[in-house]
């Protein structure tokens, strides 16, 4: 499966965002996806991730309350969207595709197998 990443840009304290995810190739539904973010001169870490069904998501505790993962298989592309941003929530953001089910709920990005490009989130005033 091939992953796009976008929606990255930049947002005063506050505001919001939407990413998106577009994904071609093998069918999207068959994998647990997830969002991973990259700061400058940290790790890449664990955002969000969301069931193949969408049924089941989980999240970062830095992002809980404000962020939600969601994905609609007919268009196979999956969203985070982004609210009450935070400068410490700049990072590049990455999706990625998880191919064994029963890795399902990890947030070991070693654990994934696909990723996109990254799309770059900066909040800023």
């Known amino acids: 499966v091939q992953l796009q990443a976008s929606g990255g840009g930049l947002v005063q304290p506050g505001g919001s965002l939407r990413l998106s995810c577009a994904a071609s190739g093998r069918t999207f539904s068959s994998y647990a996806m997830g969002w991973f973010r990259q700061a400058p001169g940290k790790e890449r870490e664990f955002v969000a991730t969301i069931h193949r069904g969408g049924g089941s998501t989980y999240y970062a505790d830095s992002v809980k309350g404000r962020f939600t993962i969601s994905r609609d298989n007919a268009k196979n592309t999956m969203y985070l969207q982004m609210n009450s941003l935070k400068p410490e929530d700049t990072a590049v953001y990455y999706c990625?595709?998880?191919?064994?089910?029963?890795?399902?709920?990890?947030?070991?990005?070693?654990?994934?197998?696909?990723w996109g490009q990254g799309t770059l989130v900066t909040v800023s005033s």
């Open positions: 990625a595709a998880l191919g064994s089910p029963r890795r399902w709920g990890s947030r070991s990005s070693g654990d994934y197998d696909y």
